[in-house]
């Protein structure tokens, strides 16, 4: 074994395993499917994040998860793909100094409202975990006719903007973009944001529907935060994944020969700054 | 093996087998996700029920399954966190001393029920086992805005006297509750009210819709009476969960371990009383 | 073993084993869920027909398969609990000597259209298989009020009439009845019956919809005779089955001891009659 | 072994196992059920195409694979039933040159517009796959009543000059039928066209809904040809295909046997030509 190939121990391999296991989560909660990704940020570096390699979250294993700055470069030369939409994360994280955690997503519960522009509101204690407003970004605003993706940085910084104060954004004709001050509060309110749409668009075929006060999802809000609310959804999701055989697997090091040597010079790592915005 | 640790004979095992499956199966076929909880009064004492610590359902285990009383206070002082919500069961186990088991859930077929204020009516007979009237209760009323848990007794004290002499109560922006006069009533109860609501939502898009006469329900209430109903659905039920390797462990002994000795003087065990409703 | 417990050769074993595979199809394709049942007319004597103990149709094996006269007696005394529906069965093949089996379910996708009388139409070519005329039936026109269940022979000859020559029956605030010229016909025609009932409902929210004509209708009617059609569709759904091993098991002998034997008279089978309509 | 058993090398064996693969995801994904098939244009010969024998998609093995000239007349003389409907993809890969494979299908979320007449437009990214036009046939148009099926050439040819230039054609009553450039865009574009068929239908029910502009197709069209997008969908449904163990067997070798020997003259392999649209 070449001093290539041997594998470096990986000081974040708890952090990788968790984050896999988020991404699974969603797949197999059903808010992801083939496309979709989730980050997290670098717990010591606010100018770093992780983020799976291309792949669908179903597969991810820590092993794809690699390490990013905030203009979504990668920090070594990977041998595989990246998300084309990594933008939405970094522009995310350079606006948001308190965003730990992002996902995007087209889940089927989010997606009629995404495309008809009907506004989503807390409708139930658990959906109130979204916040008062969820926000609309729609490219046309700033870019006209695009293919719908959020590829250039300046796209993500508009979807950023758009974003706001909130915790989700809505992105017309194409999904959905949610952040959260942790992994697991991610989590939870990517499963939750869809239960509420999907009961939404429901109760309004019935006829009225009255939604959350201000008060109650002020309140309500802080559900996720009941030690006994975080720790039995969790187990929850993990335990229904591991009946499925779908728990990723636990990667302790890290294979020095998925990072390619390049002879050429590499791209100049930017600092990570803030943009738009002002950090509070 | 200390005298903490050695186990204690349980002569309630087959209760708490039985309660482990009831939530099992109530998870199992749509009614519950992660948040929700069932239990049972105890048999011999109408003072006490059983309830799991917090757990979800789908994940249940006898050796999860505590005894509180009708104030929802541990009898032993647990090691475990407990369900925040537990007063809905004591205080109604309280004002209703013909209920044997309580549930309470979100199930996706209800939600936009208790979203929308549109009242649920039986519409075909195995759904009369709702009972003629499914009243609603709006945390609102009696106290403003709340975060819409029913953690404190006087909440659930409102609570159970929405529910009334009802078989299940629907709660504003939240869920339901639904009693049984025996465990295997209240499974059978649950799944058929969920059936009931969703093809009352799915009939009223189709146009009108003709509920049962009252002659109806009271007849068609009886079906879960008739013997082969009950063993039928309980085999169907508990055979799915097998099928799947979702039954719970058989534990016969409860282990000392998990009951932490306390030095400091145990919160007075209240006596049973009613609140509000008078007793039949 | 004594003469009591030997098992006796099992002239029908095939018989009774397609049957419970039809059984597993219907409920595995999500017709049956833990109510409902299928039968078929014994091939050699018309006054007899084979229909499983009371037991969910997800669960029927072989050796569950009884007989019964057209009075829905069984031929031999039973030691468990029979379907308390049977006359449904007996009763339509008292009426229709062209049926072979027969199928009642409270499948999801029919019961808006049982709830709201909402007619069904066959809007696809696969739907066809139901015939150009769904009626219903109504217990209340007949009984006034009732359980909603179909106990007496005299309500089972009442849904006969109301079945008429069609091949579909809808029950207000019930469910469905199915009959077919085969058994494999009729779980063809219960599947796609309800594919159907569900496409309709869509389309009809989505505004106008043009349903088959009468020409359509009989033309692709006869698209279950085609060879391909039939064995493709049948090694489908057993397949499916197998795959999630839910085959019931091959039994080719009856234990006797199964059979209780009375010592009192057994009632008298009374011989199969025509009730209504003349026979074709 | 005599030399009719001897098994040939199977120099196709690789886009045999190819197309089961894509059979399979199709009905894995919800595209497909008992009824519905696949093919692919032979690479050597634009004259023929490689298509399942008369088999239910979800369960089609390479072995299953025949050769078919664009009459859609099997090469060799089989011993098993073939597709009924095989016209429409040798029709429609006369018409078409540009055409590498075709999808017959009668998905759930197509149906209800098939059914209504209401037509589909990309709402969403990955719905562009579709084009911004999705024609309808209508055999009553050509054919007055039928039986729905495309079985005659007129009819395929009929139904080929309805599809046009398009990529997918709606069939009235009956289902759709998708074409691609490639296997793997056939597979994606049958998948996100029912993904965006519902979506479309659930944002119809919210109210109003702004579907993507011309631009925004056009260049949303060409996501499916960026690599990532391609590997990591491919990647996705196979392994979703593995872990269920529903992969194809792999069959280097085509026995002979299954091919059957004709003393009689073979029916006349006709030239491949095109029909009514000129090619490009």
Same mark, same amino acid.
């Not at 728990?247 to 803030?274: E, F, G, H, L, N």
């Given at each position: ?5 041997? /594998? ?5 391999? +708890? #952090? ?28 010591? *570096?606010?100018?770093?994040?992780? #983020? $799976?390699?291309?792949?669908? /979250?179903? &597969? ?9 700055? &905030?203009?979504?470069? /990668?920090? %070594?030369?990977?041998?595989?793909? #990246?998300?084309? =939409? ?11 100094? *308190? ?63 758009? &974003? ?28 939750? $944001? ?7 668009? =429901? ?14 999802? +002020? ?6 935060? &009941? ?15 591991? %009946? ?21 010079? !590499? /791209?100049? !790592? !930017? ?10």
């Amino acid at each position: 074994m070449t001093d290539e190939e041997r /594998p470096v121990p990986d000081k974040f391999a +708890e #952090l990788r395993h968790e984050l896999a296991v988020a991404n699974r989560i969603l797949a197999h909660e059903g808010v992801i499917d083939a496309f979709g990704h989730v980050s997290i940020r670098h717990p010591d *570096d606010p100018g770093r994040y992780f #983020l $799976s390699r291309s792949r669908s /979250p179903e &597969l991810v294993e820590p092993g794809d998860i690699l390490e990013f700055d &905030l203009d979504s470069q /990668p920090v %070594k030369t990977p041998t595989m793909q #990246l998300y084309a =939409e990594r933008v939405i994360h970094g522009e995310i994280y350079k606006m948001r100094p *308190d965003v730990v955690a992002v996902c995007h997503h087209h889940a089927a519960a989010v997606m009629p409202f995404c495309i008809s522009g009907d506004p989503i509101v807390p409708v139930f204690h658990l959906g109130a975990a979204m916040g008062a407003v969820v926000p609309f970004w729609d490219s046309r605003d700033d870019f006209g006719d695009t293919n719908l993706l959020v590829v250039k940085p300046a796209e993500g910084a508009s979807l950023a903007r758009a &974003l706001g104060r909130h915790s989700i954004v809505l992105m017309r004709r194409h999904g959905a973009t949610v952040v959260g001050a942790s992994l697991r509060e991610l989590v939870f309110r990517g499963i939750y $944001s869809c239960d509420n749409a999907h009961y939404l668009s =429901e109760a309004k075929r019935l006829g009225n529907f009255s939604p959350l006060t201000p008060g109650e999802i +002020e309140m309500a809000q802080a559900i996720y935060q &009941l030690p006994n609310a975080q720790s039995r959804a969790w187990e929850y999701w993990t335990t229904r994944l591991a %009946k499925q055989d779908e728990m990723p697997s636990r990667a302790t090091r890290v294979v020095k020969s998925v990072i390619k040597k390049q002879t050429a010079a !590499k /791209p100049a !790592k !930017k600092p990570a700054k803030s943009k738009g915005r002002k950090r509070r």
